[in-house]
């Protein structure tokens, strides 16, 4: 494998269920980033952890869980989602520190859809 | 408050020359971002531009103005394959990225 891959592609789950999302990548970056992606709307950044720290956006809701056991693996534990939150959940990972200008390399996405 | 404008939609022809404009207005700048995302696909970098001027990369090339705060990406000899969209991001002060809504390209033969 090479890249960023996501698991799964596609979810369909109830508005009671608990499920996670699983990205991995293999590009020996040390940054990795969670992105909500809406229909024409902008990527909504929602989470980042660089050098194995969280930096949290306050505005996403609790019910998004992010985890970060190492620099290659990234999970979004989500539970009592609402319809609103179906969307494409992107996974991206980059190179942070000098002498890089951190291009993000993407994972082909989550397609979430909550009944 | 932070922004990026790209226009929603273009239509060009096959073999055609399509100019894709955005601007911002982002707390500092560190680097301004092109992205090209197929339906259902990743978004995958097509340029990157901190300095003004036009970096041209075969078919593609990406334009910077900072102090009018523009740029535009030129996709020249257009392929069918060139229907997508068209991500424009700005990596700010924090060296955060700030995303436009993206610019979905149709091509017609």
């Known amino acids: 494998e090479t890249g960023v891959t996501q698991t799964p592609r596609h979810l369909v789950m109830g508005m009671t269920n608990k499920k996670s999302l699983k990205c991995e990548q293999h590009?020996?970056?040390?940054?990795m980033y969670w992105y909500k992606q809406s229909a024409k709307k902008p990527l909504e950044l929602m989470f980042v952890y660089s050098l194995e720290e969280r930096v949290e956006n306050n505005s996403v809701p609790s019910r998004f869980s992010p985890e970060c056991p190492n620099s290659s693996h990234l999970f979004l534990h989500l539970h009592t989602l609402q319809p609103e939150d179906s969307a494409l959940y992107l996974c991206?990972?980059?190179?942070?520190?000098?002498?890089?200008?951190?291009?993000?390399?993407f994972g082909p996405g989550t397609r979430l859809t909550v009944l | 408050g932070q922004n990026i404008d790209q226009p929603t939609e273009m239509t060009a022809t096959e073999g055609a020359i399509v100019q894709i404009n955005c601007t911002y207005q982002?707390?500092?700048?560190?680097?301004l971002f092109w992205y090209q995302q197929h339906a259902g696909e990743a978004p995958t970098f097509l340029s990157y531009n901190v300095l003004d001027g036009l970096e041209e990369k075969g078919r593609f090339s990406s334009f910077l103005s900072r102090s009018k705060g523009y740029s535009y990406l030129l996709l020249k000899e257009l392929q069918m394959k060139d229907s997508a969209s068209y991500l424009c991001a700005v990596l700010d002060s924090n060296y955060q990225l700030i995303w436009g809504a993206g610019t979905k390209l149709i091509i017609k033969p």
């Open positions: 982002t707390s500092g700048f560190n680097g």
């Open positions: 991206a990972s980059s190179q942070e520190g000098q002498g890089t200008y951190n291009e993000q390399f």
């Open positions: 590009l020996g970056h040390n940054a």
